[in-house]
């Protein structure tokens, strides 16, 4: 135990040279994992009061580990605490520092466990928190995009498919389909934290402990359901890790993918939105340009998630069981990954209150290109009893007609709308109202004013 008090490594009594200056400068992750030590502390102690609990330490020596780690964790706190890259982890330097402040009682506190399932521990309890944190700021962005949208139920704007004019919808409900999106991202993220409920403390370095330990102890200690169930696949086990790396893959992708509505709406070409000063930047040469950098961040960023799961998939998919020092590498890309997530989700939002629709320009626009021609061709099928093929042909050679006479659906008059179809009669004319094509998507999940302001008072509740 004596060992542990100076500067030589944990496995210093086995291992006699020196371990060459490069695989130190490579092997340690003191400057990655020092962020677990909250966790590590936490899992120290709900273990050394299970080890007292099962009479394997006394009384004294569970009392001393525990001032020794609370004093430690006040030290990270207040950073007067030094992190050496010789003692290679968050653990060992923990370890290293409990024996200065309490002396050799400190080699009790690694009894019945190894490092393998500690970190997995201090990991899984990591993510826990995170995934917790990335929730709520989701929740605060989908509030944000529902008052947005609730302040524009009644702005028209085209619906597009193939980045081409398809048919009229409600700003709002647009923006309503990006709160599907991120509740469900929402709805992942929980999944995860359900799948992760389980203690991996106490299975050692791979096939448990000889020691009369009390696993469910310090799963309801350290908050989580029940143990795991193998001690091979515990230590083995990354599938949290690919959770949490996919969930935020998707996320990111979903914020990737209004940004980029945002970035074209934003361009000369659409000026469907304007962006104010605050989430704009300018060009080194060109004095008029207001750039969208914020989106363009927003949209690269998804490729380094993406980048992140392949990685870990990658770093997977050739290890046979148990332990492996490949498996270190797993922090340092969940750390990024969780970092730029939560900066993407608060810029988006930031985006979001900067941000406002041109109402004349999607009015306008919603206007063009007979957006309103699947409205006629419903109509033909309901009311003059035609087959939706040949309802389809019809108003096609009224877009026709429209098109070779240069004049829009609703410039066209009674007689000719009837010189194609003799059928029609003035209702026609309600048929291709932007409004009213709208108010007639009345079909649950539609684009109809009603619908949207009852998906709005439900989304609102149910985030409250």
Not at 167 to 174: D, L, R
Not at 239 to 255: E, G, K, Q
Request: glycine share 4%; with cysteine; hydrophobic share 35%.
């Amino acid at each position: 135990m004596t060992k542990n008090k100076n500067n030589e490594t944990i496995w210093g009594s086995r291992i006699k040279n020196h371990t060459s200056s490069l695989f130190q400068k490579v092997g340690n992750s003191i400057d990655t994992d020092k962020r677990l030590y909250k966790e590590d502390i936490a899992g120290s102690i709900a273990h050394v009061e299970m080890l007292f609990k099962q009479k394997i330490i006394s009384f004294k020596i569970k009392n001393k580990i525990i001032y020794g780690l609370n004093k430690i964790e006040k030290e990270i706190k207040n950073n007067r605490f030094k992190f050496k890259k010789t003692y290679e982890d968050i653990h060992m330097n923990i370890e290293k520092r409990l024996f200065q402040i309490i002396g050799d009682e400190a080699g009790y506190v690694h009894t019945a466990r190894s490092r393998n399932d500690q970190v997995i521990t201090d990991f899984k309890i990591w993510i826990k928190s995170s995934t917790k944190e990335i929730s709520i700021t989701l929740e605060k962005l989908i509030k944000n995009i529902l008052n947005l949208a609730e302040k524009n139920i009644n702005t028209i704007m085209p619906g597009f498919t193939h980045l081409k004019n398809a048919q009229p919808v409600s700003f709002a409900h647009y923006l309503m389909a990006y709160v599907e999106m991120f509740n469900r991202d929402k709805k992942r993220f929980k999944n995860n934290l359900d799948d992760l409920n389980e203690n991996p403390l106490g299975v050692a370095a791979l096939t448990g402990t000889s020691f009369d330990i009390d696993r469910y102890y310090t799963s309801k200690k350290l908050g989580f359901k029940k143990p795991t169930n193998n001690s091979i696949d515990t230590v083995s086990d990354r599938d949290f890790v690919l959770d949490f790396l996919y969930t935020s893959s998707v996320c990111s992708m979903h914020i990737s993918r209004i940004a980029e509505d945002f970035i074209i709406w934003n361009s000369d070409g659409f000026n469907l939105i304007n962006l104010t000063d605050k989430v704009v930047t300018g060009s080194s040469i060109m004095p008029q340009k207001k750039n969208p950098d914020l989106l363009e961040y927003l949209r690269g960023k998804t490729g380094g998630a993406y980048g992140n799961l392949f990685s870990m998939l990658t770093i997977l998919k050739g290890l046979p069981l148990s332990y492996f020092k490949d498996l270190q590498d797993d922090k340092e890309i969940v750390f990024k990954t969780n970092d730029t997530l939560i900066d993407s989700i608060k810029i988006l939002d930031e985006i979001l209150k900067n941000m406002s629709p041109n109402k004349k320009r999607m009015l306008e626009l919603a206007s063009s290109g007979y957006i309103t021609a699947t409205d006629l061709a419903d109509y033909l099928v309901k009311n003059h009893s035609m087959s939706f093929r040949k309802a389809y042909e019809k108003t096609a050679a009224i877009v026709n007609f429209a098109e070779k006479n240069k004049k829009k659906l609703n410039e066209l008059t009674l007689e000719e709308f009837k010189k194609i179809e003799p059928k029609l009669d003035h209702n026609v004319l309600k048929v291709i109202d932007l409004k009213n094509s709208i108010n007639s998507k009345k079909s649950y999940g539609g684009t109809s004013f009603d619908n949207i302001k009852k998906m709005i008072m439900k989304y609102k509740k149910k985030n409250d």
